[in-house]
C-alpha cells in the first residue's frame, strides 16, 4: 500500500462542474503539495499546506491533519484545467525535505 | 527570473550507452531534488543536494547513477550504463530550506 493514496484515479466531468479530488496518507508529515501537470509539460506547483485550507484562483485546497486527508477542489471547472493533478506529502525530519508522492488524478474536462 | 532548467528535455539512447542529465535550479536555491517517474508508476524521490551535499541519495537505484552538484550550483545526473528499466521521465526540483518547491520540465529518457 502506497503512503498517500490519491482518488478518484481518472475524472471525467462537464466544463463548469465542481471537481474534488482526494488525498489520504499514512505517515506524519509537515507538508503537503498539491502538484499539477499538463500533457507533456512540467510540474507547477499549486499549493503547498500544513493546516486549514487555501484558496487561489478557482482553486480550493484543504486539509485535516488528524484524519490525514487533503481535497482539492476546483469550482467552474473549465477544460482547460484538464491535467494530472498529483498529491505529494513532505516528511517530518528537519532538513529532509524530500517528497513522497501519489500516483495522480487525471482530470478530463469536456466542453 | 528563470526557474528550473533541465535539459536535454528528451533523450534516446541504447541499452549499454552512458546519459548525463542536467539541472538548473532557481538561482539563490540551496535544496536540489531528483525525482523519476517510471511509465504507469508514481514518481519517485532519488537524491537531495543541500548546496553541493548529498544529504540524502536513499532513493538512487543502484551504482549505475552518479549525481553531483559541484559547486552548489546547477547538478548532473549520469546514467552509466544505460538499462532498459532507466526509461521514465526525470524531474528535477529546488526550493529554498522549507519553502514551496520549484520543478522542472523533465527529461524524458527512454533506453532502447
Known amino acids: 500500500k502506497n503512503e498517500v493514496e490519491q482518488s478518484p484515479q481518472n475524472l471525467t466531468a462537464q466544463e463548469g462542474e465542481f471537481i474534488t479530488i482526494n488525498c489520504s496518507y499514512s505517515?506524519?508529515?509537515?507538508?503537503l503539495h498539491w502538484l499539477q501537470q499538463h500533457p507533456g509539460g512540467g510540474i507547477v506547483s499549486l499549493f503547498m499546506l500544513s493546516s486549514g485550507k487555501k484558496k487561489h484562483g478557482r482553486l480550493i485546497a484543504t486539509i485535516n491533519i488528524q484524519e490525514k486527508h487533503s481535497s482539492l477542489h476546483i469550482t467552474a471547472s473549465h477544460p482547460r484545467d484538464s491535467a494530472v493533478y498529483i498529491c505529494?506529502?513532505?516528511?517530518?525530519?528537519?532538513?529532509?525535505?524530500?517528497?513522497?508522492f501519489g500516483t495522480g488524478t487525471r482530470l478530463t474536462i469536456i466542453p | 527570473e528563470a526557474g528550473v532548467t533541465q535539459f536535454p528535455s528528451h533523450s534516446v539512447i541504447e541499452k549499454g550507452q552512458t546519459v548525463t542529465l542536467r539541472c538548473d535550479p532557481i538561482?539563490?536555491?540551496?535544496?536540489l531534488y531528483w525525482y523519476r517517474r517510471v511509465m504507469g508508476k508514481e514518481i519517485k524521490f532519488l537524491l537531495h543536494f543541500v548546496k553541493e551535499s548529498k544529504q540524502d541519495e536513499s532513493g538512487m537505484p543502484n551504482n549505475r547513477f552518479l549525481a553531483e552538484r559541484t559547486g552548489g550550483t546547477y547538478s548532473t545526473l549520469k546514467v552509466q550504463p544505460a538499462e532498459l528499466e532507466d526509461s521514465g521521465v526525470y524531474f528535477c526540483a529546488s526550493s529554498l530550506a522549507g519553502q514551496e518547491l520549484f520543478f522542472g520540465s523533465g527529461t524524458q529518457l527512454s533506453v532502447l
Open positions: 538561482s539563490g536555491h540551496d535544496n
Open positions: 505517515v506524519g508529515i509537515s507538508a
Open positions: 505529494a506529502v513532505r516528511g517530518t525530519n528537519f532538513g529532509n525535505e524530500k517528497l513522497t
